[in-house]
């Protein structure tokens, strides 16, 4: 137990400031990608959330293979090193106490990450039932017809998705539009890009105090939708098509979500197309339909570049640094918890 508190105390540490590091290289790598970017920055955005668990873990272990080798105090003889831990903690009255309660939170924050993704699944699974038990197959299209009047159409499935479209929105939509409508979601059945999204959900809870962490996950869900555009369009569908399929369902749910008659659960419903996030997707569409998806300029490119391999470069040389500093850490942790009844 002894051993548990300051690893786990070590590990939040640890992801939370490289969740926070790795933000401004990642963006400016996904903002110089050239045109036709989906797919990379998806897998960019993706590394993203998990390199920050991935440091974070090999910090962890690390520091006990350390400790169980030498369990002498090693912030002791490197007291230029306490800076960057927390041995404060150790010289206060109450340090083994306030060590517990940082624990508790550090705990709550990695048991949500845990928790989340289990209850995203459960709730999948049911979800999943029930659209069967009201849904017809269509085997011809490969899709489940549901009979709602909502224009809505989803992936459901982790590892084998199906594809489950409303009656609402086959009626609105003519035979092209909802051909690519279809090829977008079988495109996130096929790349099991909710499963992508689940992984993501656990990264994201141990540094759900990191603000970085919601901009990660947000741009990630955004560059997923626009990787599954791009496929659909690249199976034999045309994105004007796509892009006027997502323009009319966005409309009918912004008149539906209008009605007063409507209930409360369906409006909040209707925000999952955001309007500017409907328009981003039906302009990228259209502009790679044009031709107009052109490369960055140069000197742009170049410039969000250079600060991104900078940090990079500095990361690679302080990165030496960082595991005696979390011994440093873990140690001080250790006589905290110590130092108090």
């Known amino acids: 137990m002894d051993l548990?508190?300051?690893?786990?105390?070590?590990?939040?540490a640890t992801s939370c400031m490289a969740s926070g590091l790795v933000f401004l290289p990642a963006s400016a790598l996904a903002e110089s990608l050239p045109a036709g970017r989906s797919a990379w920055e998806t897998r960019l955005w993706f590394a993203a959330l998990l390199l920050p668990h991935l440091l974070a873990a090999g910090s962890v272990l690390y520091t006990l293979r350390m400790h169980a080798l030498d369990p002498v105090s090693w912030a002791l003889r490197a007291p230029a090193l306490r800076h960057l831990s927390f041995w404060w903690i150790a010289q206060t009255p109450d340090a083994a106490y306030r060590v517990r309660v940082i624990g508790l939170v550090a705990a709550a924050a990695v048991v949500a990450?845990?928790?989340?993704?289990?209850l995203s699944l459960l709730l999948a699974w049911r979800y999943a039932r029930v659209l069967r038990g009201v849904s017809v197959e269509v085997p011809e299209l490969g899709v489940w017809l549901t009979p709602l009047d909502r224009p809505w159409s989803a992936c459901v499935g982790f590892l084998r998705g199906h594809v489950f479209i409303t009656e609402g929105l086959a009626k609105l939509l003519d035979a092209e539009e909802l051909a690519a409508v279809i090829a977008h979601e079988q495109a996130h059945a096929r790349r099991r890009d909710?499963?992508?999204?689940?992984?993501a959900q656990a990264a994201f809870g141990p540094t759900v105090l990191m603000p970085t962490?919601?901009?990660f996950l947000r741009r990630l869900q955004a560059a997923i939708e626009r990787d599954a555009d791009a496929d659909a369009v690249r199976a034999n569908t045309t994105a004007p098509a796509l892009a006027s399929a997502l323009v009319k369902a966005a409309r009918r749910l912004r008149d539906l979500s209008?009605?007063?008659?409507?209930e409360p659960l369906r409006r909040r419903l209707a925000h999952r197309?955001?309007?500017?996030?409907v328009a981003e997707r039906a302009q990228l569409l259209l502009d790679a339909a044009d031709g107009a998806l052109d490369a960055p300029p140069l000197a742009r490119r170049l410039a969000l570049l250079l600060p991104a391999a900078l940090l990079i470069a500095l990361a690679a040389i302080t990165a030496p640094l960082a595991p005696p500093s979390a011994r440093s850490l873990f140690e001080s942790l250790l006589a905290a918890l110590h130092a108090g009844p």
Request: proline share 9%; net charge negative; hydrophobic share 50%.
């Open 258 to 262: 209008a009605d007063p008659d409507e």
């Open 213 to 215: 962490a919601h901009a």
């Open 273 to 277: 197309y955001r309007e500017q996030f």
């Open 194 to 199: 909710n499963l992508r999204l689940l992984l």
């Open 4 to 12: 548990l508190l300051p690893g786990l105390l070590l590990y939040a």
């Open 113 to 118: 990450g845990l928790a989340r993704p289990l």
